[in-house]
Structures are given as structure tokens and as C-alpha cells.
């Protein structure tokens, strides 16, 4: 399916269990409350403190409400893949890798089809792995009335 002649592209979603998603807001309300801390102890130990405080405060704090809602929506998608979605099978009909110099990976071409929805294709931008090569069939879950899938490797 393409945007607009089939319907909207399918959104690809990860894995985000709950351990791994307490661990991001653990993570997420401690940067939260770093510029905060920073400004306080600014107050006893220096001017310098709070201005980091504060800009820590102003970068973090929407940062982490930004990282957050990610996370609650794949969690979302997740449960829903879960629950409404059905087997499927993606597999890689194109293999290419990306550079960029920070950060690389694969960018991975997969023609996913099953039971219960028209055939589409879906790219998916992933680290390297040694498994992937063009032709292999992975296990895949769909969700047609979502919109939604997700691959398992």
C-alpha cells in the first residue's frame, strides 16, 4: 500500500516492552529533574549552577515529554499489534546500507503479506545485522485496521 493510492503507508513500530519502557522514564524523569536540582544547588554553591539549571531545565524538560509521548505511542501500538494483529510474513526484497558518518545501518525493503490485507511494501531503517540478506523471510505482525506492523527478528 502507498500513501494514497491503497490508503496511508503502514506504520512500522518496535518492540518496547514494559521493563525496557520503565527503564526510558526512569531515565526520562531524572533528566527531568537535573536542571531543577542544578538551579537549587546553584543557590548554595554559585550563579554559574543556576543558569545551567535553567537552561538544562528549558532543553531537557520538553526533550523528555517529547521522548516520552514516543514511547507511551509505541507502547499503544504495541498492545494493539498484539491484540488485534495477524500473522504475517516480511520479506527483504532490497538490502542497502546507509552512512552518514555519526550513525549507520541498513535501510531494509520488505514486501509484507498474509491473511487478511492487501500485499504492501514498507522500508525499515535498522542497525546492520549479520542475518539480513535479500530473500530472507522474517516474522511479521499486522494490524490492517490500524494501520500498523511490526517485524521480528
Known amino acids: 500500500m502507498t500513501d494514497g493510492e491503497n490508503g496511508p503507508t503502514p506504520t512500522q513500530v518496535s518492540k518496547v516492552g514494559p521493563w525496557v519502557a520503565a527503564w526510558i522514564y526512569l531515565f526520562l524523569l531524572a533528566l527531568g529533574l537535573l536542571g531543577p536540582f542544578l538551579m537549587v544547588l546553584g543557590v548554595f554553591a554559585g550563579q554559574g549552577l543556576v543558569i545551567t539549571g535553567m537552561v538544562c531545565t ?41 552512512d552518514t558518518g555519526d550513525d549507520g545501518g541498513a535501510v531494509v525493503v520488505l514486501r509484507v503479506s498474509g491473511l487478511g490485507f492487501r500485499t504492501f511494501e514498507a522500508t525499515w531503517k535498522r542497525s546492520q545485522h549479520p542475518a539480513l540478506r535479500v530473500g530472507l523471510r ?10 500498523l506492523f511490526r517485524v521480528v527478528l
Open 58 to 98: 528549558v532543553v531537557l524538560v520538553p526533550l523528555g515529554f517529547a521522548v516520552g509521548l514516543t514511547v507511551a505511542a509505541e507502547r499503544r501500538h504495541n498492545r494493539r499489534l498484539d491484540a488485534f494483529g495477524v500473522p504475517a510474513t516480511a520479506e527483504i526484497t532490497e538490502l542497502t546500507e546507509w
Open 138 to 147: 522474517l516474522d511479521a505482525v499486522v494490524d490492517p485496521a490500524g494501520n
